[in-house]
């Protein structure tokens, strides 16, 4: 029997998702309610995946033309919901998908994130998580009153404070704490034991919080952290805390890198390197046919040719650089970033010696990580082969053109082709996130 793998899904934002595309149904008039997320969360659900992680970020894109304009005319990366309030209305959705909103240390205070994610936790009875990022944009810093983004490492550095006070206030709740209630009718006199009940008394030079947690115990001891770190700082901050890690590499090769890049420094932190999944990103095209498939998969360089000013401003969106006034016909050259450090040095590896005009194109003709494309049979083949080069431990999946009709392509077109294979599973084995997470 082949090793199993776990999926897990990234919805870039709540949101208007693939607005303009021809499948997309009412999603311009009904994304408010979240309805569309919902259906998602269920969908993925039935198809057996680990988590759904909800990305955010906090800020209005100005990043062409020095304008908000392009961005808020096309929808591009605006708006965002709040994500802890829409996780809280897809775990009420949902009875076994773990729920996995993103909160970025520079915009909330460790004391909220252990009591939002905390009280996810609960009212999920154990299916939440927590997507830990820095941050990126000076945009978003001035939401939050701060002149600019703290500088890459140093937010990392910030970070590792950040977490302790996390962790130790899901920890201030020793297991056991409830001591009452917990059969009905019976009358114990207590309903917490106050010895296991402590304050943390942290002192930081960023942070400082009291404890303990207002919010209660957690169910599962705490909810699993993810994380997304690609530099060396982000690298060594997942291997010390991180439960799963969501990462982009090029190729099955650079995967397999990675990934003994973190259990090397998980062993070297004194963690067990099978305790922390990594789920590669990728976007994989699946229909009837493998012409089809080919076709759809030709037709994203055929959209960014008619679309480079929005395929520039998302890039540019994303490491923090405004495009517009970039000769498209030279080569790229040298770009750096305080943003996404790890984006930006992808795009620079394969961009080489072409111009941005063709490194954009070539971009966006690729898809994430490996190109899967294909009948649901031959990507399940594919998907089996990367994941035999990288050795483990499973896929972030992530659709451009997110609609019920393109998400059906993987839930009930990949999925069962995945399972005939054995390499995911057929039903959930645990009722936690973390104990499915652990469960191969
Ligand atoms: C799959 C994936 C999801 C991410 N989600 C978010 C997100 O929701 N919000 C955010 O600000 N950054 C997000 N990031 C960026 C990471 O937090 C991180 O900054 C990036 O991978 C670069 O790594 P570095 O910070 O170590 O340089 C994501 C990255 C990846 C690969």
């Given at each position: 029997?082949p090793?199993?793998?776990?999926?897990?899904?990234?919805?870039q934002?709540s949101?208007?998702?693939?607005?303009g595309?021809?499948?997309?149904?009412?999603?311009?008039?009904?994304?408010?309610?979240?309805?569309f997320?919902?259906?998602?969360?269920?969908?993925?659900?039935?198809?057996?995946?680990?988590?759904?992680?909800?990305?955010?970020?906090?800020?209005?894109?100005?990043?062409?033309?020095?304008?908000?304009?392009?961005?808020?005319?096309?929808?591009?990366?605006?708006?965002?919901q709040?994500?802890?309030?829409?996780?809280?209305?897809?775990?009420?959705?949902?009875?076994r998908?773990?729920?996995?909103?993103?909160l970025?240390t520079?915009?909330?205070?460790?004391?909220?994130?252990a009591?939002?994610?905390?009280?996810?936790?609960?009212?999920?009875?154990?299916?939440?998580?927590?997507?830990?990022?820095?941050?990126?944009?000076?945009?978003a810093?001035?939401?939050?009153?701060?002149?600019?983004m703290?500088?890459?490492?140093?937010?990392?550095v910030?970070?590792?404070?950040?977490?302790?006070?996390?962790?130790?206030l899901w920890?201030?709740?020793?297991?056991?704490?409830q001591?009452?209630?917990?059969?009905?009718?019976?009358?114990?006199?207590?309903?917490?034991?106050?010895?296991?009940?402590?304050?943390?008394?942290f002192?930081?030079?960023?942070?400082?919080?009291?404890?303990?947690?207002?919010s209660?115990?957690?169910?599962?001891?705490?909810?699993?952290i993810?994380?997304?770190?690609?530099?060396?700082?982000?690298?060594?901050?997942?291997?010390?805390?991180?439960?799963?890690?969501v990462?982009?590499?090029?190729?099955a090769?650079?995967?397999?890198?990675?990934?003994?890049?973190v259990?090397?420094?998980?062993?070297?932190?004194?963690?067990?390197?099978?305790?922390?999944?990594?789920?590669?990103?990728?976007?994989?095209?699946?229909?009837?046919?493998?012409?089809?498939?080919?076709?759809?998969?030709d037709q994203?360089?055929?959209?960014?040719?008619?679309?480079?000013?929005?395929r520039?401003?998302?890039?540019?969106w994303?490491?923090n650089?405004?495009?517009?006034e970039?000769?498209?016909?030279?080569?790229?050259?040298?770009?750096?970033?305080?943003?996404?450090?790890?984006?930006?040095?992808?795009?620079?590896?394969?961009?080489?010696?072409?111009?941005?005009?063709e490194?954009?194109?070539?971009?966006?003709?690729?898809?994430?990580?490996?190109?899967?494309?294909?009948?649901?049979?031959?990507?399940?083949?594919?998907?089996?082969?990367v994941?035999?080069?990288?050795?483990?431990?499973?896929?972030?999946?992530?659709l451009?053109?997110?609609?019920?009709?393109?998400?059906?392509?993987?839930?009930?077109?990949l999925?069962p082709?995945?399972?005939?294979?054995?390499l995911v599973?057929?039903?959930?084995?645990?009722?936690?996130?973390?104990?499915?997470?652990l469960?191969?």
């Open positions: 029997m090793q199993p793998f776990h999926l897990s899904y990234f919805l934002g949101s208007v998702h693939s607005w595309s021809p499948f997309i149904g009412t999603i311009g008039q009904d994304w408010m309610s979240a309805a997320f919902k259906d998602l969360a269920q969908g993925l659900e039935r198809a057996c995946f680990d988590y759904l992680l909800i990305e955010d970020s906090i800020y209005v894109g100005e990043n062409w033309q020095g304008s908000r304009d392009l961005f808020l005319k096309t929808g591009l990366c605006i708006p965002r709040e994500p802890s309030v829409v996780a809280t209305l897809l775990a009420a959705a949902t009875s998908l773990g729920i996995v909103p993103t970025s520079f915009a909330y205070h460790p004391y909220l994130t009591r939002i994610t905390g009280s996810l936790d609960q009212i999920s009875a154990g299916r939440a998580g927590w997507n830990m990022v820095t941050g990126s944009s000076d945009l810093a001035q939401n939050f009153g701060m002149p600019a703290t500088e890459h490492d140093q937010r990392y910030m970070a590792e404070e950040y977490v302790e006070i996390v962790k130790g920890g201030s709740w020793a297991p056991g704490a001591v009452g209630g917990l059969v009905a009718g019976e009358d114990v006199g207590q309903l917490f034991d106050p010895s296991k009940v402590n304050t943390i008394d002192k930081g030079e960023y942070y400082s919080s009291r404890g303990p947690l207002n209660g115990p957690t169910v599962q001891q705490g909810p699993v993810a994380q997304a770190g690609g530099s060396k700082m982000g690298i060594a901050f997942a291997s010390r805390h991180a439960d799963t890690i990462a982009a590499p090029n190729g090769d650079n995967m397999r890198a990675y990934r003994e890049q259990r090397a420094g998980m062993v070297a932190a004194g963690r067990d390197p099978d305790s922390c999944k990594v789920l590669f990103l990728v976007s994989p095209i699946v229909e009837e046919t493998e012409e089809m498939a080919r076709w759809k998969a994203r360089r055929v959209e960014a040719e008619k679309n480079m000013d929005l520039l401003a998302r890039l540019g994303s490491i650089i405004d495009f517009s970039f000769d498209l016909d030279q080569p790229v050259g040298e770009l750096t970033t305080n943003g996404h450090q790890t984006t930006l040095k992808q795009f620079l590896q394969r961009a080489g010696k072409q111009t941005l005009r490194a954009v194109l070539d971009n966006a003709a690729k898809g994430y990580g490996v190109d899967l494309v294909g009948t649901p049979d031959s990507v399940a083949a594919q998907m089996e082969e994941m035999q080069t990288a050795g483990g431990d499973g896929f972030l999946i992530a451009g053109d997110l609609s019920r009709r393109s998400l059906a392509t993987i839930t009930d077109g999925v082709a995945l399972q005939r294979r054995g599973r057929r039903k959930y084995e645990f009722e936690t996130l973390r104990d499915n997470l469960a191969f």
